[in-house]
């Protein structure tokens, strides 16, 4: 896991971005009917 703190700053937005995202459709996954509700 040493490579994430070789990337530099931009890798590491983007990183945070696409985490986030994955996060997001995994809790859509995890928790469908709580996320419904905020739609």
Do not use: Q
């Not at 459709?25 to 928790?31: C, R």
């Amino acid at each position: 896991m040493n490579t994430y703190t070789k990337l530099d700053i931009s890798d590491k937005t983007e990183l945070k971005k696409m985490a986030r995202k994955n996060y997001h459709k995994l809790a859509l996954k995890v928790h469908p009917d709580k996320n419904k509700n905020d739609n």
